[in-house]
């Protein structure tokens, strides 16, 4: 599968410090950017330059607290959570804070199948108006994907609403469908190696009927590379069916792996609602930083578990992630 056009796991980081200075790090770091820094002395001044190398383990988690009525809980703490990273609790919190001003970068995967034909226009009016609601020019930025058999880059990263409408609107339907190959692309071309070196939240909003039948990759793949792009994947089904179909299931399982949500919008109406309910969320996210027990750059995957200790409330995070390679 191709674009058209060629289109942060926070973990690990390996630092040098050359003593008298002062050490910096980042706070979020893909595997694929780890370097060793090393002394630029030359041999004349080796001798006067000591240099210690660090290694430095932070994990970085967005959240969301709901009460038992769905609503956002907005006024919590670090002590109103309990948090195990591979089943042992952190050797340290290094920071928690209610999270609503990171920069968002967010991709829109719309599926142009001929599947979804009898709901596109009005899911193309809703998708442009949660992007007017939700986009903040000069801070967050977005892109448009139309998927069949295969991905088409519409726009690409921008925080230019209108030129991200125009990519909505050139959407047009028809064809199979490879929805895990739009996502593992999306993550892997746009959220990974576009990332930026600065943290932000990084979310796709999928708009399908889940039922893929064209893909390379598997959803399994398709779910670890969103994992490893520390993606959240919000669903939004255009099933009108009034029934679970086995599309829904996928889109579900999808959202619960990368700590997002699926909206099932039986009524056009409430399309634009589960929008709306989208951008709601992405306003009301906690982030935990902590530096993981027993930490090992072994490239495996660690599950994460986060859990609200207050009676009746639910959290919602991705489920794990997997540490780099050193």
Excluded: W
Excluded at 62 to 85: C, E, M, S, W, Y
Excluded at 267 to 292: G, H, W
């Amino acid at each position: 599968m191709k674009y058209t056009r060629s289109f942060c796991f926070g973990a690990l980081m390996l630092v040098a410090v050359q003593l008298p200075l002062v050490a910096q790090s980042a706070s979020l770091l893909h595997p694929s950017n780890m370097a060793v820094a090393t002394s630029t002395a030359d041999s004349d001044q080796a001798d006067s330059v000591l240099t210690i190398k660090k290694r430095v383990d932070e994990v970085n988690v967005l959240f969301i607290a709901t009460d038992r009525h769905g609503k956002f809980v907005r006024n919590l703490n670090q002590n109103d959570f309990t948090i195990l990273d591979d089943h042992q609790p952190p050797q340290a919190i290094v920071d928690f804070r209610r999270e609503t001003d990171l920069p968002l970068e967010l991709g829109l995967l719309v599926d142009i199948s001929g599947s979804v034909r009898s709901r596109f226009d009005f899911e193309q009016q809703a998708a442009v108006d949660f992007l007017q609601h939700t986009l903040r020019p000069g801070f967050d930025k977005a892109f448009v994907v139309g998927f069949n058999g295969h991905s088409q880059l519409m726009q690409d990263f921008t925080d230019n609403v209108e030129l991200l409408s125009v990519g909505v609107y050139r959407l047009r339907s028809g064809g199979g469908t490879a929805l895990y190959d739009a996502i593992y692309r999306a993550c892997h071309d746009k959220l990974i190696k576009g990332q930026s070196d600065h943290p932000a939240r990084r979310a796709i909003v999928v708009v399908s009927d889940g039922e893929d039948n064209q893909s390379e990759v598997t959803r399994a793949q398709a779910i670890e590379m969103a994992q490893r792009a520390e993606v959240i994947i919000y669903a939004i089904s255009t099933d009108d069916s009034g029934l679970i179909l086995r599309g829904d299931k996928a889109l579900e399982q999808l959202a619960d792996a990368t700590g997002g949500r699926a909206f099932f919008p039986y009524k056009m109406k409430d399309i634009k609602n589960s929008f709306n309910s989208i951008e709601d969320e992405l306003r009301s996210q906690y982030i935990v930083s902590y530096r993981p027990a027993n930490f090992d750059a072994d490239g495996r995957y660690r599950s994460i578990q986060i859990t609200a200790l207050k009676k009746d409330l639910q959290v919602r995070a991705r489920k794990g992630y997997y540490a780099p390679r050193q």
